[in-house]
T-cell receptor, first 109, second 113 residues
Framework: GEDVEQSLFLSVREGDSSVINCTYT??????LYWYKQEPGAGLQLLTY?????DMKQDQRLTVLLNKKDKHLSLRIADTQTGDSAIYFC?????????FGAGTRLTVKP | DVKVTQSSRYLVKRTGEKVFLECVQDMDHENMFWYRQDPGLGLRLIYF???????EKGDIPEGYSVSREKKERFSLILESASTNQTSMYLCASRQVQGSYEQYFGPGTRLTVT
């Protein structure tokens, strides 16, 4: 089947920028998504990008999409301790959605 | 705001018991999904439903069944619980138009002893 891959762990210091990377394989995906999961909770949609866009910015979040390389990234500026969570990359269309294994972001004070 | 609720946050069952996990969404979404989440494996799709009384197997349907008698409710059934079904179960729903994003419930952490 199609795979979505992301590294499992990332640790940054408070105030630094975090960059979480993701690669996917399904070139027919219409949208790419980033979800956040806080401890003991479900997944919360952070942002998404349409597949014909290169970049989307939303306050501290910047999503970059390189469709040629099938690479998606999420940059969090001025990372705070409240950003500590698991971040899931996902690709989807009207038929399907596939999730990565999640990247656990730890923010150290 | 879309709200997806799940009947229990934590559940402890014994091996061989029949287990029902309930999910309700309040946004009239056509599609509903059941995933299980395990460390290092991410989310794996168990079953999904396109509409009332319709269901499709996902990637790991073995040992599970589902029921969707009403549009807002999607139930996951473990016919005979086993210890390898100890996991976090997440329900999601989405509409069939727009950006197809899924909205998730808070999850049910099931322990089978």
């Amino acid at each position: 089947g199609e795979d979505v891959e992301q590294s499992l762990f990332l640790s940054v210091r408070e105030g630094d920028s975090s960059v979480i990377n993701c690669t996917y394989t399904d070139s027919s995906s219409t949208y790419l998504y980033w979800y956040k999961q806080e401890p003991g909770a479900g997944l919360q949609l952070l942002t998404y990008i349409f597949s014909n866009m290169d970049m989307k910015q939303d306050q501290r979040l910047t999503v970059l999409l390189n469709k040629k390389d099938k690479h998606l990234s999420l940059r969090i500026a001025d990372t705070q301790t409240g950003d500590s969570a698991i971040y899931f990359c996902a690709e989807g269309s009207n038929n399907d959605m596939r999730f990565g294994a999640g990247t656990r972001l730890t923010v150290k004070p | 705001d879309v709200k997806v609720t799940q009947s229990s946050r934590y559940l402890v069952k014994r091996t061989g018991e029949k287990v029902f996990l309930e999910c309700v969404q309040d946004m009239d979404h056509e599609n509903m999904f059941w995933y299980r989440q395990d460390p290092g494996l991410g989310l794996r799709l168990i079953y999904f439903s396109y509409d009332v009384k319709m269901k499709e197997k996902g990637d790991i349907p073995e040992g599970y069944s589902v029921s969707r008698e009403k549009k807002e409710r999607f139930s996951l059934i473990l016919e005979s619980a086993s210890t390898n079904q100890t996991s976090m179960y997440l329900c999601a729903s989405r509409q069939v138009q727009g950006s197809y994003e899924q909205y998730f419930g808070p999850g049910t952490r099931l322990t089978v002893t």
